[in-house]
C-alpha cells in the first residue's frame, strides 16, 4: 500500500557484511525483519515479486567506483525507485580465532574487493601470507573462525558474531573510503523535498543524433542543477548503445528539476526515473542554494508573468 513504512526489509548477504550493517543503521531495519540474499538481482526481485518492502544494495564505491550489476538492475526489468541513500565508511579489520603474532599468519582469507583495498597494507605487514579469495567479508570471518585459514579481512560486524580477535583495525589503504548503498522500493508517491535532495536518472540517447549528450546537459546546466555523477553502461544490444545514469542535485517536486525532467524526456530515446531522495552527508555541509533567478520562487514569477503576457494584461 503506497506510503506505508517498510518492515520487511531484503539486503545482500550473507549476514555480517558492509550491506547489513548500513541496513542496520536505519531504525526501521533494526526493529523490522532483516533478510539476506544470495545477490542484487535476487535483493531487488523480492521487492518486485512483493517478497520484501524494500532492498538495500550497494551503488558505488570511492575507491572501486560503480557497482555495474546493480546499475544494470535499475536500468531494466521492472522500475524500483531509489527512496534513500546511506554512506558507510569501509573499515576492514584483520581477525583471527586468537591472539597471533603477525609473522604467524601464513593464510588470509579475503573477499577480492577486501584485499585489493588492502593490497598495500597485506605487502607491508603480511608480505609472505597467502590470500584466499572467498565469496564475501563474512565468507571470510566465517572460514577463519571455522580454522580454515589464520586470518581474515573482514568488516568489524563479523568479529563478534563470529568470535574472532582483532588483530590489527584500519587496515585499508584509503582511510576514508566510503562505500553508497541505495534503498529501494516499488514505485510510489514522491517524498516531500527537503532542500539538500538528490534525483537519480537513467536515460537512453539517440546515438544516431549529433551532440545528443551534450544536449542532455544543456538542460539541466541551464536550469541550474548540479550534476554531481554520470556513469554509462552498454545495454548489451549493439556496439556503441549505452544507458546513462545521472545524480543530480534537486528534487522532482521542485520547479527547476521538473523543467529540466520535461527537457529530458524530449531530447532522450528514454527517461527512466530512479528516485528522489534526502543527500546523506557524512559531515556538516550545508546545501548549495539555488543560482540567482533559478529558484522555485523565480521559475513561478517568470510563470506568472507570462500568464499576463498571454491574457493581455501586460
Known sequence: MPGTPPTRFVYLGPEG?????????????????????RSVPEALEAVRSGDADAALVPLEN????????????????????????ILLPVEFVLAARSRTPLAQIRTVAAHPQA???????????????VVVDVL???????????????AALCAPIGVPRNGLTVLADKVADH????TRFALLTRPGPATEPTGDDVTS??????????????SVLTELSVRGINLSRIESRPTGEQLGTYVFFLDCTGHVAETRMGEALKGLRRVCAVVRFLGSYPRHRL?????????????????????????RLRAGEV
Open 115 to 129: 584485499s585489493a583495498q588492502c593490497r598495500n597494507w597485506l605487502l607491508a605487514h603480511l608480505p609472505d601470507a
Open 283 to 307: 559531515t556538516r555541509e550545508e546545501p548549495v542554494a539555488s543560482p540567482p533567478g533559478l529558484s522555485d520562487a523565480d521559475f513561478a514569477d517568470s510563470a506568472a508573468w507570462l500568464a
Open 201 to 214: 536518472l537513467a536515460l537512453s540517447i539517440r546515438h544516431d543524433q549529433v551532440g545528443a549528450l551534450l
Open 17 to 37: 557484511t558492509f550491506t547489513e550493517a548500513a541496513l542496520r543503521t536505519l531504525p526501521a531495519a533494526e526493529r523490522g525483519l532483516r533478510m539476506p540474499a
Open 136 to 150: 564475501s567479508n563474512a565468507a571470510a570471518a566465517i572460514a577463519a573462525a571455522a580454522g580454515e585459514f589464520d
Open 175 to 178: 582511510a576514508d573510503a566510503v
Open 62 to 85: 570511492s575507491v572501486g567506483g560503480a557497482i555495474p550489476v546493480t546499475l544494470d538492475e535499475l536500468a531494466s526489468g521492472s522500475p524500483l525507485t531509489i527512496t534513500r541513500e
